[in-house]
C-alpha cells in the first residue's frame, strides 16, 4: 500500500485521505464513481498545483488554478486514462455503453477548490415566525389593546372607566365589568340611612380596605356617640318634662287661695288662717320659742290645683323696723299632696329681711301643702317665729300666655 505524505509539511496520511490533517493542504483527487481517472501525470501535475493554490473561503481562484487546470486539461486529451484497478471487495460499476466520461474543466476544479457561499435565508413574513424543522407552530395571534370600539358612538359609557361600549355589550371592552350596572345604579342614600346600613355597603376592592384605626381619635369618636346617645335617650325621656317647664316658665300669674287651713299649734289671737288673709300686719305663730322645730302650718284645697310659686313674708310685718319683735324663719320644708295620693317634698330657704320672697314652686293637682318649720335666724327664749302671710300663685285661667 503507498503512504502518501504532505507536500508543504511532510506529515503522513493515510490511503485515501484527501486532506493533510496537519496543516489542512489538498494530497489528492478522487474522482466520482463511473468518471474517468486522470493520468498519473496529470494528478501529479494536478496534486503540486493543488498544494500551491490556496483559496480563503468565499474568496476567488488565483492565476496558478488556472494554470493547473489548463495543464490538466492538456494531459487529458493526449492520452486517454487508464481504467482503474478491480477490487475484490467493492468491484466498479461498470458505465453504460455509449457513455462518455465527464470532462475536467477549469470550472469543475474551480467548484472543487473554492466552497460555495451558503445561501441566504428566505424572506419569512413578520407575522410567521421561524421555526425548526419538524416543529411546526401556530403563529403568534395579534393581540389588540383595550380602547373604545368604532362601532360605539352614541353607547351606553361604562361606570367604571367611562368608555362608550355598543348598546348590545354585556361587559366593558377596556376594563371588562358588568354594564348591567350601568342601568342599575341605585341613588345615594341620605347619611342616616348610610350610618345605619351597613350591610348593604360595597365591599372594597382587593388592595383598598381601609385600615383598622386605632388611634385616640377612633376612641373620641366612640365617646362622642355615646354623648350623642345618651342625649337622645334623655331628651325623649324628659322632653314632656322640659315642655311643661317652658309653659310654667311663660305662663301668665294668678293667685290662688285655699279653702281649708291648719296648723299644729297656734298663739291665743294668732292662728293659722291670719297667715292666709292677704294682710301684711297680721301674723301666725305657734307660741314656742327657739325656732319652734317641728311646728306646722297647713292650706288644703277642695279640687285639685296647679301652682307655680309661693311667696312667704316672714316676721310680724312688712316694715324692717319691726323685724326684731319676732324670730324669723331660715328653712322650711314643704310637703305637698297630690289628688293621687303622692306625696313630695320641697325645701323652701328665706333670706334674712323684711317684704315678701318669691320662690318657685310646681306642683300639679295639689290637694295640701304643709310647711314644717326646720331652722330660724337668731333663735331667743323671749321670741317666737312668725310668718306674716304666704300666698300661692297658679296659671291663670285665661290662658298660659
Known amino acids: 500500500m503507498t503512504t502518501h505524505t504532505c507536500s508543504d509539511c511532510g506529515t503522513a496520511a493515510e490511503p485515501g485521505q484527501s486532506f493533510c490533517e496537519a496543516c489542512g493542504a489538498v494530497l489528492g483527487w478522487r474522482e466520482p464513481a463511473g468518471e474517468r481517472p486522470a493520468p498519473a501525470g496529470a494528478a501529479a501535475a494536478q496534486g503540486s498545483e493543488t498544494t500551491t493554490a490556496r483559496v480563503p473561503r468565499g474568496g476567488t481562484a488565483t492565476v496558478a488554478d488556472r494554470a493547473g487546470a489548463a495543464g490538466l486539461r492538456k494531459e487529458a486529451e493526449a492520452e486517454p486514462a487508464p481504467a482503474p484497478p478491480a477490487s475484490p471487495a467493492s468491484p466498479a460499476p461498470s458505465a453504460p455503453a455509449g457513455a462518455t466520461p465527464p470532462e475536467v474543466t477549469p470550472e469543475r476544479a474551480r467548484q472543487l477548490l473554492v466552497p460555495v ?9 413578520e407575522a410567521v415566525a421561524p421555526t425548526l424543522p419538524g ?124 279653702d281649708d287651713v291648719d296648723a299644729s299649734m297656734s298663739w291665743g289671737g294668732h292662728g293659722p288662717e291670719l297667715a292666709f288673709d292677704l294682710t301684711s ?24 290645683t296647679d301652682l307655680l310659686d309661693v311667696v312667704i313674708t316672714p316676721g310680724v310685718s312688712t316694715h324692717a323696723n319691726q323685724l326684731s319683735e319676732a324670730t324669723l324663719p331660715r328653712t322650711l320644708e314643704a310637703r305637698v299632696t297630690t289628688s293621687d295620693g303622692g306625696r313630695t317634698t320641697h325645701e323652701i330657704t328665706l333670706d334674712q329681711g323684711a317684704g315678701a320672697q318669691l320662690r318657685a314652686f310646681r306642683a300639679k293637682d295639689v290637694v295640701s301643702v304643709r310647711f314644717t318649720l326646720l331652722t330660724a335666724y337668731a333663735p331667743s327664749e323671749e321670741k317666737q317665729v312668725a310668718i306674716a302671710e304666704i300666698e300661692f300663685f297658679g296659671p291663670s285661667a285665661g290662658g298660659w300666655f
Open 135 to 258: 416543529r411546526p407552530s401556530a403563529s403568534r395571534p395579534v393581540v389588540r389593546g383595550p380602547g373604545r370600539e368604532a362601532e360605539a358612538e352614541g353607547g351606553v359609557p361604562c361606570t367604571w372607566c367611562g368608555t362608550l361600549n355598543r348598546p348590545d355589550r354585556h361587559y366593558c371592552g377596556r376594563c371588562a365589568m358588568s354594564m348591567a350596572a350601568a342601568e342599575e345604579a341605585p341613588e345615594r342614600l341620605p347619611w342616616w340611612r348610610r350610618l345605619f346600613d351597613r350591610d348593604q355597603r360595597e365591599a372594597p376592592w382587593a388592595g383598598q380596605r381601609p385600615r383598622l384605626d386605632r388611634t385616640f381619635g377612633h376612641l373620641l369618636k366612640w365617646v362622642g356617640a355615646g354623648l350623642a346617645v345618651g342625649l337622645l335617650i334623655a331628651t325623649v325621656i324628659y322632653l314632656p318634662t322640659g315642655i311643661q317647664a317652658t309653659r310654667d316658665h311663660f305662663a301668665k300669674r294668678a293667685p290662688v287661695a285655699p
Open 117 to 125: 457561499a451558503e445561501p441566504e435565508p428566505a424572506d419569512v413574513p
Open 281 to 304: 300686719n297680721t301674723w301666725w305663730g305657734p307660741g314656742i320659742t327657739h325656732s319652734a322645730e317641728g311646728e306646722w302650718i297647713e292650706a288644703r284645697f277642695s279640687q285639685p
